[in-house]
């Protein structure tokens, strides 16, 4: 599986865009990106997630580079409530396993 | 509603017992998971099952046990093999070896001393 590498934490300002970025050079063909978080003492809550094209959920969007080796996770109008950890994860079509490295610290803030 | 239980939210150990952690789900998802997390850590997998009565073993499965013999149920033991059973354990399930997301519950912090 293909390694990410996101930043340890970031701040925002409620109301603002949170831009988060993630590093997946080792990225094959066959592999998605997505993207979960985690509230503090709950379980990680999907995102959303995508190939090679742009993606767009009632959440979030998913702007993938042309290379597919980095993307980055917006949240258009954050709210304290967005304030988590964010996992980027790489991963086969058909694999089932997800691989959690120590994700991105999101600090929304008043 | 749809989702995934875990039960309890809190539990306690002393060293040497073994414990056996719920994880229950009512999506009819033919996949299930156990992650282990630890403090300022990602997750770890530790067992999956991709159907009834099959299960396979993950990146920690030292001194953890599974079983699934319902769609619904794949309950994790702790045995007393594990030397660092202290750590939150998180449950998931998917539809199936191609399905894309997976869906947690809300965990269970187990604490052994």
């Known amino acids: 599986d293909a390694k990410t590498t996101q930043p340890p934490s970031m701040d925002c300002a409620e109301g603002r865009a949170a831009n988060l970025p993630c590093n997946h050079s080792?990225?094959?063909?066959?592999?998605?990106v997505y993207w979960y978080r985690q509230i503090h003492s709950q379980g990680p809550q999907y995102i959303i997630h995508?190939?090679?094209n742009n993606e767009t959920n009632e959440m979030a969007s998913l702007i993938i580079t042309e290379d597919r080796k980095s993307s980055t996770l917006i949240l258009p109008h954050a709210t304290l409530r967005d304030t988590a950890v964010y996992y980027c994860i790489v991963r086969p079509r058909q694999g089932n396993k997800l691989v959690f490295g120590a994700g991105t610290i999101l600090r929304v803030k008043s | 509603d749809g989702g995934i239980t875990q039960s309890p939210k809190y539990l306690f150990r002393k060293e040497g017992q073994n414990v056996t952690l719920s994880c229950e789900q009512n999506?009819?998802?033919?996949?299930m998971y156990w992650y282990r997390q630890d403090p300022g850590q990602g997750l770890r997998l530790i067992y999956y099952?991709?159907?009834?009565?099959?299960?396979q073993k993950g990146d920690i499965a030292e001194g953890y046990s599974v079983s699934r013999e319902k769609k619904e149920s794949f309950p994790l033991t702790v045995t007393s093999a594990q030397k660092n059973p202290t750590a939150f354990y998180l449950c998931?399930?998917?539809?199936?070896?191609?399905?894309?997301?997976?869906?947690f519950g809300p965990g269970t912090r187990l604490t052994v001393t």
């Open positions: 099952s991709q159907i009834v009565n099959d299960f």
């Open positions: 080792t990225i094959s063909g066959n592999e998605y």
């Open positions: 998931a399930s998917s539809r199936g070896v191609s399905s894309y997301e997976q869906y």
């Open positions: 999506l009819n998802h033919d996949a």
């Open positions: 995508g190939l090679k």
